[in-house]
Nanobody
Framework: QVQLVESGGGLVQAGGSLRLSCAASRIIFSIYAMGWYRQAPGKQRELVAGITSGGITNYADSVKGRFLISRDNAKNTVYLQMNSLKPEDTAVYYC?????????WGQGTQVTVSS
């Protein structure tokens, strides 16, 4: 059974930093495009950042210049470095793995940014 396990969420003050990790198991990690999504209360889930199997990255406009997505294929892990956090970044952050028609989600990790 495929597993995506997120970690690294928590409570941080505005302007602070957090690094999220997502460890994947039982998939050929290197061929999957990986992404981080978030969902705030009352809002739709949105893409925060993505990274292709070849390492090409894309970001939501709201996080460009503050967040950095990276992957370590040797560790089957994708990271999201979040800097200069704002209260509006508060959400549950989900890891996503996708290749062709296969898609998997993690259980989510809460990020709360206090003002």
């Amino acid at each position: 059974q495929v597993q995506l396990v997120e970690s690294g969420g928590g409570l941080v003050q505005a302007g602070g930093s957090l690094r999220l990790s997502c460890a994947a198991s039982r998939i050929i990690f290197s061929i999957y495009a990986m992404g981080w999504y978030r969902q705030a209360p009352g809002k739709q889930r949105e893409l925060v950042a993505g990274i292709t199997s070849g390492g090409i990255t894309n970001y939501a406009d709201s996080v460009k210049g503050r967040f950095l997505i990276s992957r370590d294929n040797a560790k089957n892990t994708v990271y999201l470095q979040m800097n200069s956090l704002k209260p509006e970044d508060t959400a549950v952050y989900y890891c996503n793995a996708r290749v062709a028609v296969r898609e998997y989600w993690g259980q989510g990790t809460q990020v709360t940014v206090s003002s």
